[in-house]
């Protein structure tokens, strides 16, 4: 027998809602296979309660939540419907408390009662909003919060102030002063190139200059030997006594000079008086006349015959004129 594909079409359908009906059921927390038990709970704020969150009784998981609706238009109680997946016993006066971890998970946990009286289906728990947890994680996130906040202002109001002075010109520059340094960081790796650099060459050469003076150490301490040698004949030179011979001969220098400048000496008369001296002048320019006189009148002083008639003529007064010192 063929089947059209219109039969086709409409067993899939039929077998699609069968099927999505109980796994809707499902997500939402009720087993259709087993019989659970409704208990409600009212509270004045869900916080982040949602459908299908879990609920639980001493961290253990005994159900879901089935629904959450309104108590009245006013919005100020709430209705949760917990659907008890576990056949467990809850008292009476237990409470529902509506907890949340760190992690934003939100559930519903039983604090358990001690009586001995236990809640049956439809009946209503006490309940609160556990919010201990909620306000230690704002107290503490809220000074950190702030403080990010205030830096947050600082960094764009810093940002906003450095975009001010970044203009045109002052990019340019900053662009222009890393271009710069690329340059420069460019030079010092030539300079620091192990083969061609110059601090290479010059390590080079200073290597060349101790290996040098390392051979020449020989010839360098027979050096350093002489100049020691010398200093030591220098040094064990009599100095001394030549000083001392020095300053005899100073000490003698100075009676010779108190001498000449003493009246008492012939020289120091003749130097410091005034009128010996002018006789010496007068008896050398006399004396001088004299021998110009005795030149020129020879006959006056001899009277021989050879030498013709006696000269009659008066002395010379002054030297007579010379153009050079006589024969």
Do not use: C
Request: glycine residues 6%; charged residues 25%; proline residues 3%.
């Amino acid at each position: 027998m063929k089947i059209s594909n219109e039969t086709r079409v409409g067993i899939l359908t039929t077998t699609a809602l069968t099927l999505l009906i109980p796994g809707f059921n499902f997500l939402k927390g009720k087993d259709l296979f087993k019989k659970n038990k409704m208990i409600h709970a009212v509270f004045h704020n869900l916080g982040g309660l949602e459908k299908s969150n879990d609920v639980k009784v001493n961290g253990y998981k005994v159900g879901k939540v089935y629904t959450i609706g309104m108590k009245d238009q006013s919005m100020e109680e709430f209705i949760v419907t917990i659907n008890l997946k576990e056949d467990v016993h809850i008292p009476k006066d237990s409470k529902a408390i509506i907890t949340s971890t760190l992690t934003g998970i939100w559930s519903i946990n039983i604090e358990k009662g001690e009586l001995r009286d236990f809640l049956k289906p439809g009946d209503t728990l006490e309940s609160k909003l556990d919010v201990t947890i909620l306000d230690d994680v704002k107290a503490q996130l809220t000074p950190t919060l702030t403080k990010v906040r205030i830096t947050l202002d600082s960094l764009n109001s810093v940002f906003g102030k450095i975009n001010g002075v970044l203009n045109t010109e002052a990019k340019h520059n900053i662009q222009q002063t890393l271009a710069n340094l690329n340059t420069a960081s460019s030079s010092l790796n030539g300079l620091l190139d192990n083969q061609n650099g110059a601090l290479a060459k010059t390590l080079n050469n200073a290597e060349q200059l101790t290996s040098g003076l390392k051979e020449n150490t020989d010839d360098i301490r027979a050096t350093v030997s002489n100049a020691k040698k010398a200093s030591e004949k220098l040094a064990n030179l009599e100095i001394q006594p030549t000083i001392e011979s020095l300053q005899e001969t100073i000490k003698e220098l100075k009676a010779v000079v108190a001498k000449m400048n003493s009246k008492d000496g012939t020289l120091g008369a003749l130097i410091n008086d005034k009128v010996l001296y002018n006789k010496l002048s007068d008896a050398i320019l006399s004396a001088e006349i004299l021998m110009d006189d005795l030149r020129t009148h020879p006959k006056r002083y001899v009277n021989l015959s050879i030498f013709g008639k006696k000269d009659k003529t008066g002395p010379i007064t002054s030297p007579a004129i010379k153009d050079s010192i006589p024969k």
